[in-house]
């Protein structure tokens, strides 16, 4: 007797439907899987023999065959372990149902329990989309579930709970919908703007850059503040909508990195380490394509804190999803393409020594040593950060005055302002902020009178900026305009965003 159950793999993000077939006919005992599994789905032989014993159920002793179709895609993981064992048991006879609308996902532990399973958000988002209404998974996985609209989830503890739900002795009781409540970062009191004090330059920059979606660099001494600034971003970042949630947790999901909530509550903020490979930053892996730091930070912050001592190869793999918002990974276990829209935040030291500029530390470099520093940031990459701070140490009083500095929270409301006014603006299309304008919105958004014209060709000659700088200049003013609630790019709005912009024109003219 042949029995079909219906299961999900994922390929990036995309599910695909696998049909697990289970042929059990009359010969010497005998278990073999087909349909080009990897080594833990061959595993899984053993693991549902004993789940299916363990569960006082009894195993089919005859000759089993398993397929999981189509057989031209690659199935790995362990998520296929509850949907093979259903369809044993409905193939021997021990189970009797129609379970032809229904998705199984779940691992098996060897006494019958059901394990938690990575990508179970994205799977049912695309079971659902192909007409899939009816799902079983692991209790574990409960809470993600919980957040799809349009579907029926059951969450069991074992494999038990599932024969006696679908042979209806023990109903299951179907998984209640979530409560979406978006937090933002500011809750977390350490990183506020009100605890950094002066350096109102570099909070200008960053609220900007927050207004409006902009990538920043933070340059200057050791213990000016970089670090703070950079990991306070996320305070003054907007709250996420219900569906940017849902499609950061997806990407979560996949990677397994999901917290009890079972969605994404707060935007990401990702700061890996400079000795992280290339495959850590871009995603991949030896066999399957596993998600990024690239595109855990997608819909919030990737931070890279001494942004020369990454490898140059990490850097250089970064400049084609900061222009794309996605990327796309070619391995040997196939080719997937993952969000990466994230905001860049980077802080630097000026040379070696990390004092040039500075007002009060003396520089001990030579000029030949810090143009090799700086070059170790190519000039395409420095041209893709729309905002460029030079911050220098703060004096002591500065340090220990009582003068109130602005919230992160205050910050925020301005910066939620000028969000609304993009949402507004770019309403209909796939745009969503200043920063992520094509050719055609810049030109339609963007627009100059005769004066602003003339700033923006001077400031174009003087400091030698390619046409990518000029598109971003024209970006950042677009914000700072907005910020202002100016309908127009005024002249002032374009020197600030000017002003962004000196730092990579001058790393050529060290003497």
């Known amino acids: 007797m042949i029995a079909r159950v219906q299961s999900y793999a994922l390929s990036g993000l995309e599910g695909v439907c696998v049909t697990v077939e289970a042929d059990i006919s009359k010969g010497l005992p005998s278990y073999e899987m087909v349909g080009l599994p990897d080594a833990a789905v061959k595993e899984s032989k053993e693991r549902v023999k004993s789940a299916v014993k363990n569960s006082a159920l009894e195993f089919p002793a005859h000759r089993i065959t398993i397929n999981l179709a189509p057989a031209y895609v690659k199935k790995e993981g362990t998520s296929f372990d509850l949907p093979v064992a259903i369809s ?48 079983v998974i692991p209790k574990e996985n409960e809470k993600e579930a919980g957040f799809i609209q349009g579907v029926t989830v059951y969450a069991a503890n074992n494999l038990k709970e599932v024969v006696d739900h679908l042979s209806g002795e023990k109903p299951l009781i179907p998984v209640p919908a979530g409560a979406f409540s978006a937090k933002n970062a500011e809750k977390k ?23 409006g979606g902009h990538n920043i660099l933070f340059v200057g001494p050791p213990g000016s503040g970089k670090t703070m600034l950079a990991r306070s971003l996320p305070s003054v970042l907007p709250d996420m909508s219900f569906e940017e949630a849902l499609e950061i947790t997806k990407i979560h999901s996949v990677a397994g990195t999901l917290g009890e909530a079972g969605i994404v509550t707060e935007r990401p903020f990702r700061s890996p380490h400079h000795t992280a490979t290339t495959v850590s930053l871009c995603g991949g892996g030896n066999r399957s394509v596993h998600p990024g730091e690239i595109s855990l930070a997608h ?44 905001m860049l935040c980077a802080s630097m030291n000026p040379c070696p020594c990390g004092n040039y500029g500075s007002a009060k530390r003396r520089c001990t470099c030579t000029p ?16 893709r950060i729309d905002i460029q701070v030079e911050v220098d140490g703060v004096e002591y009083d500065a340090l220990v005055s009582e003068v109130r500095e602005e919230s992160s929270a205050e910050v925020k409301a301005r910066a939620d302002s000028a969000r609304k006014i993009q949402r507004e603006r770019f ?18 958004y963007c627009r100059l009178d005769k004066e602003g014209e003339d700033v923006l060709r001077e400031a174009f000659n003087s400091l030698h900026l390619s046409a990518r700088a000029r598109s971003r200049i024209l970006k950042v003013a677009r914000t700072i305009a907005d910020l202002a609630l100016s309908e127009n790019i005024e002249p002032e709005h374009l020197y600030e965003a000017i002003s962004y912009r000196t730092y990579g024109a001058e790393l050529g003219d060290i003497e």
């Not at 098996?108 to 799977?123: E, I, K």
């Not at 030949?368 to 041209?383: F, H, T």
């Open 88 to 135: 044993l048991l409905l193939g021997s006879g021990a189970l009797q149902t129609d379970v032809s609308g229904t998705v199984f996902l779940g691992e098996l532990a060897l006494n019958g329990d059901l394990r938690p399973v990575s990508g179970v958000l994205p799977s049912i988002i695309s079971a659902r989309d192909k007409g899939f209404r009816t799902f």
């Open 189 to 211: 009191a350490s990183y506020d703007l009100s605890f950094v004090k002066g350096q109102e330059i570099a909070k200008r920059a960053l609220e900007v850059a927050a207004a």
């Open 299 to 342: 819909g919030g912050v990737l931070f890279l804190d001494e942004l020369p001592e990454y490898k140059r190869s990490s850097l250089e793999a970064l400049r084609q999803p900061l222009e794309d918002g996605v990327i796309t990974i070619s391995r040997s276990g196939g080719t997937v393409t993952y969000p990466a829209s994230f």
């Open 368 to 383: 030949n040593d810090i143009r090799k520093y700086r070059a170790r940031i190519s000039g395409p990459l420095l041209d």
């Open 427 to 444: 309403d209909g299309s796939l745009v969503n902020t200043n920063a992520e304008m094509g050719e055609k919105e810049t030109r339609a």
